[in-house]
């Protein structure tokens, strides 16, 4: 259920004025006195005349600063210990952020900010747990992206210093979230549903070096927002007829493939196209390591041909990916990039 602002603007004098001799301009004239008549005798009725009620929807807006905020009152931004970080509503509302940087804070915002404590210093060592709230009833995903995401990188493919955990959601989504995750995930981003829990989602890091930084958007995703739901199962979710998969810590190849994950890629099905070409920017898995495109599972280091492999449309776009737990020769992963084609 999404939630309204209301604003109860008062209109110049001089408008106020002009809308009463208008409308009583030819009653005035026919008047003895040649005063204005106005439509009604009731006072509230004439003090109501000069005012405007402007009502709006607290969705996403864009910050002044470039990040992203909710549209609210002045006064409703304060009252949830937002900042107003410029206009929304065309100028009847601001731009209210949200951002949590203390251990143990609960966000509960349609989009709320999490970051490390000093950030973007370095953050400090130890245990810091963040619970996400939903915003109302009505919330059905968490869509939660690494906006600057940077931890100690894995041990052949071992988390074994810095870590990120997300715990207290649904079991569709607890099968498919790795529980382990570490090194740097700048620019990627997960689903997580949680249409069923009843206790706040929680994200917990567990900081042991020294340089760890991160900053993380959560965007809460109502269950009729259908069009941005990603389907059950889906772990990352591509929607744009052009983009790109790949692998956690895989920093364009300069990176470093996780052990033990299981999940699946999925790009949305655009109205007018079939068919997937991809092309690899780096693709490096070892002997247990798959990723399933159609009817091929893909391992080693050679994708499709000369790097290019073409997808026909048979149905929903889910491509299932698998880590082994043998890390040694720390293969890097993959980065594909994606492109719908006409049908």
């Known amino acids: 259920m999404r939630s309204l602002s209301t604003v109860l603007c008062l209109l110049p004098l001089t408008l106020g004025a002009e809308i009463i001799s208008r409308e009583g301009a030819e009653k005035a004239f026919r008047d003895d006195a040649h005063e204005p008549v106005s439509r009604t005798s009731n006072r509230e009725d004439r003090f109501l005349s000069i005012f405007q009620i402007v009502k709006f929807e607290n969705g996403q807006c864009s910050a002044s600063d470039g990040s992203v905020g909710v549209c609210f009152t002045e006064a409703e931004c304060a009252a949830k210990g937002g900042t107003a970080t410029g206009s929304c509503a065309q100028t009847y509302g601001v731009c209210c952020t949200f951002k949590a940087n203390t251990c143990g804070s609960t966000v509960s915002?349609?989009?709320?900010?999490?970051?490390?404590?000093?950030?973007?210093?370095?953050?400090?060592?130890?245990?810091?747990?963040f619970n996400i709230g939903k915003s109302n009833t009505g919330v059905c995903q968490y869509k939660i992206q690494f906006e600057d995401v940077m931890l100690s990188a894995p041990a052949q493919g071992d988390c074994t210093n810095d870590t990120i955990t997300i715990s207290n959601i649904d079991p569709v989504s607890a099968g498919t979230v790795p529980m382990n995750l570490c090194g740097t995930l700048s620019g990627q981003e997960i689903y997580v549903t949680v249409n069923d829990t009843t206790v706040d989602p929680k994200i917990t890091f567990n900081i042991a070096s020294n340089a760890a930084k991160y900053r993380i958007r959560v965007t809460q995703l109502h269950c009729t927002d259908t069009d941005l739901l990603a389907p059950p199962g889906c772990l990352t979710y591509a929607t744009g007829t052009?983009?790109?998969?790949?692998?956690?810590?895989?920093?364009?190849?300069?990176?470093?493939?996780?052990?033990?994950?299981?999940?699946?890629?999925?790009?949305?099905?655009?109205?007018?196209?079939?068919?997937?070409?991809?092309?690899?920017?780096?693709?490096?898995?070892?002997?247990?390591?798959?990723?399933?495109?159609?009817?091929?599972?893909?391992?080693?280091?050679?994708?499709?041909?000369?790097?290019?492999?073409?997808?026909?449309?048979?149905?929903?776009?889910?491509?299932?990916?698998?880590?082994?737990?043998?890390?040694?020769?720390?293969?890097?992963?993959?980065?594909?990039?994606?492109?719908?084609?006409?049908?």
């Open 242 to 343: 052009a983009g790109t998969i790949s692998s956690f810590n895989n920093q364009g190849g300069n990176g470093e493939l996780l052990n033990n994950h299981m999940f699946s890629h999925c790009i949305k099905y655009q109205n007018g196209y079939c068919d997937v070409a991809f092309t690899s920017s780096d693709f490096d898995l070892g002997a247990d390591d798959k990723l399933t495109i159609g009817t091929q599972t893909l391992t080693g280091s050679t994708f499709g041909t000369g790097g290019s492999l073409l997808l026909n449309f048979t149905g929903p776009y889910v491509f299932p990916t698998m880590t082994g737990s043998d890390g040694m020769a720390m293969n890097s992963g993959y980065t594909l990039n994606y492109l719908l084609l006409p049908c």
């Open 109 to 129: 915002q349609l989009i709320s900010v999490i970051e490390s404590p000093n950030y973007p210093n370095p953050s400090p060592t130890g245990m810091c747990m």
